[in-house]
Every structure is written in C-alpha cells, then in structure tokens.
C-alpha cells in the first residue's frame, strides 16, 4: 500500500511537503494522483504525475500554489504545498494508477491531515 506522511499544522501563507512512498513493485508504470477530502465534504482531485514524470497536471484551486514531483530512485512523490490557506484544509491521500490511467486508481494511501489555521 502507498504511505502518505508530512502532513501538520501550519498557518496560512506557509507551506508543507507532503511524501507518498510507493512499494518498489508499483513504483514502476503507474501514476500517482493526490486527492484531498476536507470535513462534510466530498474527496476531490488535487494534482497527478505520470511514472515518468514528464506530465503534471493540477486542480484550478491549487494551480500555481502546489507542486507536483516524484523521486523513482526513492519509490516516492512529493506535493509541495505553498501559500497554504485555511480552505486547502483537509485530509490529503496519494493513489497509484496503472499506465497513468486516470479513470481509475489501483492503490491507495491511508491519508495525512493539513490543518492550516488563518
């Protein structure tokens, strides 16, 4: 399974990293998403990658804030999170896709909490 970590608390303005490790064995030809559920609402698309990383692509609502990357040799990707405002609280979950196939996820996270406090 994905293991998402570097989540906290943090002002608004600030930033955090967020990690998602990725087993060795699904590492290899499959994107990888970030999702974000916050409190009462319903799980939304962040950003994703493709395996080899030439491609990103980002929610509007994050666009020009957050960061996308991923580190094969280390089996992990990277959300750089910049400017952080209260809304982007939530809890955040990586996904793997299979041959970066949007439509559906194979893996999950279990989720890390960004709590950013105005």
């Known amino acids: 399974q994905l293991q998402a970590s570097g989540g906290g608390l943090v002002q608004a303005g600030g930033s955090l990293r967020l990690s998602c490790a990725i087993p060795?064995?699904?590492?290899?030809?499959?994107?990888v998403g970030w999702f974000r559920q916050a409190p009462g609402k319903e799980r939304e698309f962040v950003a994703r990658?493709?395996?080899?990383?030439?491609?990103?692509y980002y929610a509007d609502s994050v666009k020009g804030r957050f960061t996308i990357a991923r580190d094969n040799a280390k089996n992990t990707v990277y959300l750089q999170m910049n400017s952080l405002k209260p809304e982007d609280t939530a809890v955040y979950y990586c996904?793997?896709?299979?041959?970066?196939?949007?439509?559906?996820?194979?893996?999950w996270g279990q989720g890390t909490l960004v709590t950013v406090s105005s």
């Open positions: 996904a793997a896709a299979y041959g970066s196939n949007w439509s559906r996820y194979d893996y």
């Open positions: 060795a064995r699904t590492s290899s030809n499959y994107g």
């Open positions: 990658i493709t395996w080899s990383g030439g491609t990103s």
